[in-house]
């Protein structure tokens, strides 16, 4: 069980406080997920680098079932879909997680659905490492991956937010 360091908001503890509960249960149950986004950063830099409107994921579109029965038995519920269920948001007492869906065909991760259904994620991107923060351990995304999405529209179809340069430079920096 995690516990609040007094270091940091009570936003980022109960963000901290969901992201160890839904990593604890998915290492039980054998269902890997991946963070991503604003907290994947964090946990690359071991740091809090600032505040988080939501928890970002990917699971394999197999797990999808399994991980929404979880959610809505903590009380989580279905707040969001976008593009026939690539993305959905849960909303509980706590912060949001936002679930992005890929599919694994042999060597390749796929977009499963939507318009960019079969377009592959950047190779490599759930190779990523197991990452610590604050006392919470969670498997991220690969650091390729992330920059490679942060520099062009996601494959869901929203725009994929900047990141910081000084985090993760690009080779032209």
């Known amino acids: 069980m995690w516990e609040q360091s007094d270091a940091i908001s009570d936003v980022s503890a109960r963000q901290l406080s969901a992201i160890a509960d839904l990593a604890g249960w998915a290492s039980e149950v054998g269902i890997p997920l991946w963070l991503r ?5 964090d ?3 071991g740091e809090i680098t600032r505040p988080h409107e939501d928890i ?10 399994r991980v929404r029965e979880h959610l ?3 009380g989580w519920a279905v707040t969001r879909t976008q593009l026939n269920a690539v993305d959905l948001a849960y909303q509980g007492s706590g912060p949001e ?23 592959p994620w950047p190779t490599g991107m759930l190779d990523g490492p197991l990452c610590t923060l604050h006392g919470v351990t969670c498997r991220i995304i690969t650091v390729a991956a992330h920059r490679s999405r942060s520099n062009a529209s996601c494959r869901c179809g929203c725009p994929a937010r900047p990141v ?3 985090i993760w430079p690009t080779s032209s920096d």
């Open 72 to 74: 809505v038995h903590e």
């Open 97 to 119: 997680h936002g679930i992005g869906f890929v599919e694994r065909r042999g060597d390749e991760v796929v977009v499963p659905y939507g318009p960019f259904a079969g377009d």
């Open 56 to 65: 970002d994921w990917f699971i394999d579109v197999a797990d999808a079932e």
């Open 164 to 166: 910081a340069r000084k």
């Open 43 to 45: 946990f690359a830099l």
């Open 37 to 41: 986004g604003g907290w994947a950063v």
